[in-house]
């Protein structure tokens, strides 16, 4: 009867032993050393899922590095890393993971950081964060509007490097939400950004540049109660209007084409004084308001090298800063429709045309 059962048993029989005097071997592959555990009893194992990146928003995809989160394999709680940033930890099991330490009665963030000072726009940093008593954590990219527009499911603590994004300015904006049985936590992180750009004049603005400097022909024309620009590179006309109405300047398409009247002889000037002509002409003509408020002419228009540059790339809540022919700097405010002179002597360096 032995020889029966004894050979499909025995394996049983033997772990069953192995068991009853507290000792397990594990090895993971061929050549794997055998590694020594003691079971703790009521320690139940789960294994930690890799964060993985989820778009929320249709914004270009980052460069993301995922770097797995290892888990302490003593589940008793013990005293928080004394470094944040480095934490001591213990190679998890090859087959099995622990499941973290029992949570405290309080939801908090313990830390939430980087060990990156300053960084590029497009450069790598890393994040590092710590819980207590958390369910679920979630890391989310933030824009400069407070939208949440990208999301790593993560594990309760450890760390992710990922990219900061080259459109960035100021700083990058980061999220951690630690979600627990019955409420919230939330945590902010600013990583300041280095600005990749430098302004055409000086003394210059607090923002950042959203890009180079841009050379481009430009033809200026006074008149009674403000002034025209034209910029080559970008085919517009801005007018910028000297009385206390709003909005303080305007922005037109240069629809002129080469064979279009380039005047109308119909309307006469007071003496000493000028129509526009060829694109200011077209603007100044089919806009009353701007006629209105422009006047007449009072020089004949001045063709020049100018230069601009942007605080940002959303036209919409910009500030443009051009060139003009004396030097000066002129600043026009999309966000609140006005505009400001900044003297010649103010931008430094060679301003002539």
């Not at 899922?49 to 008793?76: H, N, S």
């Not at 949570?103 to 060990?115: A, G, H, M």
């Not at 939208?147 to 960035?168: L, P, Q």
């Not at 200011?280 to 020049?304: C, I, K, Q, Y």
Request: a negative charge.
């Amino acid at each position: 009867m032995m020889s029966e059962w004894w050979p499909r048993w025995r394996p049983v029989l033997i772990l069953a032993g192995a068991l009853g005097s507290g000792i397990v071997l594990v090895a993971c592959g061929g050549n794997a050393e055998p590694t020594l555990y003691t079971p703790m009893p009521g320690v139940t194992v789960t294994l930690e899922p890799t964060p993985v990146a989820t778009r929320i928003a249709d914004v270009p995809t980052p460069t993301v590095i995922l770097e797995p989160t290892r888990t302490p394999t003593t589940p008793t709680p013990g005293p928080s890393p004394t470094n944040p940033l480095a934490p001591t930890l213990s190679p998890a099991p090859a087959t099995l993971t622990a499941t973290h330490a029992p949570t405290l009665s309080r939801l908090s963030v313990e830390y939430f950081t980087t060990d990156t000072g300053v960084v590029k726009p497009g450069e790598n940093v890393t994040l590092y964060w710590g819980t207590r008593g958390a369910d679920r954590v979630r890391i989310y990219r933030v824009d400069a509007e407070g939208e949440r527009i990208w999301r790593w499911d993560v594990n309760t603590s450890g760390k992710i490097t990922v990219g900061t994004r080259t459109s960035d300015r100021d700083v990058a904006r980061f999220l951690l939400v630690a979600e627990g049985a019955d409420a919230n936590v939330e945590q902010p992180l600013l990583i300041p950004l280095q600005c990749p750009e430098v302004w055409f004049f000086d003394p210059a603005p607090e923002a950042c540049p959203a890009g180079p400097s841009q050379l481009s022909t430009e033809v200026e024309q006074t008149f009674e109660h403000g002034r025209m620009i034209w910029v080559a590179t970008q085919a517009r006309v801005y007018v910028v209007f000297e009385d206390d109405r709003t909005p303080r300047w305007a922005q037109f398409p240069d629809n002129f084409k080469e064979g279009d009247p380039e005047r109308d002889d119909s309307l006469v000037p007071p003496p000493d004084l000028l129509q526009p002509v060829r694109g200011f002409g077209l603007v100044w003509r089919t806009n009353p308001r701007v006629r209105d408020r422009l006047g007449w002419a009072t020089t004949p228009e001045v063709s020049f090298e100018g230069m601009y540059q942007s605080d940002s790339a959303e036209a919409s809540v910009a500030t443009l800063y051009l060139r003009m022919r004396d030097g000066g700097i002129l600043a026009l405010n999309s966000l609140d429709d006005e505009w400001q002179a900044l003297p010649p002597g103010a931008t430094g360096g060679d301003t002539s045309p």
